[in-house]
């Protein structure tokens, strides 16, 4: 696990706060930037599981 995944998930955290607290007060604004931090967690998430999978295959190469 790498800084991608910790920051994705701090992301997809944060989102689900703005996002609930958004739709309780009837801010569309904040529901908003809610769902789109989520989003942006998820890319990262993403990302995090692309690198993962490249150092692997490097290391596999590199054992060989």
């Known amino acids: 696990m790498d800084k991608e995944h910790v920051k994705g998930a701090v ?3 944060k989102g689900a706060v703005k996002d609930a ?3 309780l007060t009837g801010d569309a604004k904040l529901q908003a930037e809610g769902k789109l931090d989520k989003a942006k ?3 990262r998430q ?3 599981d ?3 999978a490249a150092r692997d295959a490097k290391n ?3 054992d060989s």
């Open 21 to 23: 607290a958004g739709g």
């Open 50 to 52: 692309a690198k993962d």
């Open 60 to 62: 596999k190469l590199d």
């Open 11 to 13: 992301d997809k955290a």
């Open 41 to 43: 967690g998820s890319v």
């Open 46 to 48: 993403g990302v995090g």
